[in-house]
């Protein structure tokens, strides 16, 4: 009967727990300008990715790439 109890009351919490990054994700708004920021950061002259796209690119056409970038995550996160 404890060991039930017990079970119930950890499968409460992770829900909860859950529950509340989910909200907390919902609420989350990503900008363009923290996406040109977090491009900022890659290193320049690095081989492309899965995407074939080289960071030296990314850094060129980060202005260009924010907003499509924006929407795409925006979606993700709405969808999640």
């Given at each position: 009967?404890?060991?039930?109890?017990?079970?119930?009351?950890?499968?409460?919490?992770?829900?909860?727990?859950?529950?509340?990054?989910?909200?907390?994700?919902?609420?989350?708004?990503?900008?363009?300008?923290?996406?040109?920021?977090?491009?900022?950061?890659?290193?320049?002259?690095?081989?492309?990715?899965?995407?074939?796209?080289?960071?030296?690119?990314?850094?060129?056409?980060?202005?260009?790439?924010?907003?499509?970038?924006r929407l795409l995550f925006s979606k993700s996160i709405q969808l999640s």
């Amino acid at each position: 009967m404890y060991l039930k109890i017990k079970t119930c009351h950890i499968e409460t919490k992770l829900l909860e727990i859950t529950i509340n990054q989910r909200n907390k994700l919902e609420t989350t708004e990503i900008t363009e300008e923290e996406i040109v920021k977090a491009i900022d950061e890659f290193k320049p002259n690095k081989s492309p990715g899965i995407d074939n796209i080289t960071s030296t690119y990314a850094l060129e056409t980060k202005e260009i790439l924010a907003k499509p970038l924006r929407l795409l995550f925006s979606k993700s996160i709405q969808l999640s």
